[in-house]
């Protein structure tokens, strides 16, 4: 027991009263502050450390993402270049081949049997231009009418617009010259021949030179007919 004074007062060396002994509910809470405060620096510790991170390799990819860029785009300089290099190339060695072939042939012209009036001659043909709304089968016939046929073409220098002797037969892919050859030239237009159908194909020369499938009762184009020259 405490010891009282005569005046009824608490000793004053005893110091174990009430207001001085701990809770477990203190010492808990406690704990708990000092948790939250670690996880707390822990993680600004981490967001210090991505952000240095980040600061440093950033710079880095944004400067390798400026030069792969610039290397495409000079590629895509060069590539261009290369491709007007090569049409330039292309259309020379065409205008060249076309003088060699006139040249020989020009030599042998007198030799061999003129066309007919209204015939162009090339490199041993006679060609007949016929305007008109021809179906194919209806460009085939008015060739057959003047002892020759639809065209077929074997080189570049060959073509024009009209129907010209390219088919394939109903629900086949493959397309044949009139007179049953494989083609060993083509010149189809990107895309071109559109595939297998229920009514047979028939190939023209568009405007731009290129060749197109169409129906073969479409009344689209005038027609090249062709027969060999007598020589």
């Not at 003129?114 to 016929?130: E, H, K, Q, V």
């Not at 305007?131 to 460009?139: K, L």
Request: aromatic share 10%; glycine share 10%.
């Amino acid at each position: 027991m405490a010891r009282e004074g005569g005046n009824g007062c608490r000793d004053p060396k005893d110091v174990s009263g009430p207001e001085t002994k701990s809770f477990p509910g203190r010492q808990v809470a406690g704990r708990q502050d000092k948790s939250w405060r670690c996880l707390c620096v822990a993680m600004s510790l981490n967001l210090v450390l991505v952000v240095t991170v980040l600061s440093v390799i950033l710079p880095q990819v944004l400067w390798t993402s400026r030069q792969l860029r610039t290397v495409v785009t000079q590629l895509e300089g060069k590539v261009a270049l290369e491709l007007a290099n090569a049409g330039h190339a292309r259309d020379t060695l065409r205008a060249e081949m076309f003088r060699q072939l006139e040249v020989p042939w020009a030599g042998n012209r007198s030799s061999c049997q003129p066309c007919d009036a209204g015939w162009g001659t090339f490199w041993g043909s006679c060609y007949l231009i016929r305007p008109g709304n021809y179906s194919w089968r209806q460009a085939l016939q008015a060739c057959e009418q003047v002892q020759a046929h639809l065209v077929i073409i074997n080189s570049w220098v060959e073509q024009t617009t009209a129907w010209i002797g390219l088919y394939r037969e109903a629900q086949e892919g493959t397309y044949w010259w009139i007179n049953s050859s494989a083609l060993t030239y083509t010149n189809w237009e990107p895309g071109e021949p559109r595939g297998e159908g229920p009514a047979p194909g028939c190939g023209a020369i568009l405007p731009q030179g290129a060749w197109s499938s169409f129906s073969c009762s479409a009344k689209e184009l005038a027609c090249i007919c062709e027969r060999r020259q007598s020589c």
